[in-house]
């Protein structure tokens, strides 16, 4: 019998964009946190805000969407578990 798991790709593939996300998240923080006022840049550029509030934002929802996958990830390996158990 042949155990097909197709969630578990989706769940790492989804956990490494979490992760991507986060990157970029930190990045933007990084870089509007940097930025001097001699540069005139607009106070409320962002889409939530700042920059700043922005990237923070962007941050904590890539950290849910990392949760979320981590919970398919679990979720695929106990029923694979319970699939060998049973054909075993």
Known sequence: ????????????????????????????????????????????????GSPIQDGLIEAKSSELEAQANAKVIDSSDKTIGRLIDITA
Do not use: C, H
């Open 1 to 48: 019998m042949q155990i097909n798991n197709s969630s578990f790709p989706f769940g790492q593939q989804g956990l490494q964009r979490s992760q991507d996300k986060l990157d970029q998240a930190s990045q933007k923080v990084a870089e509007a946190s940097t930025q001097t006022l001699s540069q005139n840049a607009p106070k409320n550029s962002g889409i939530y």
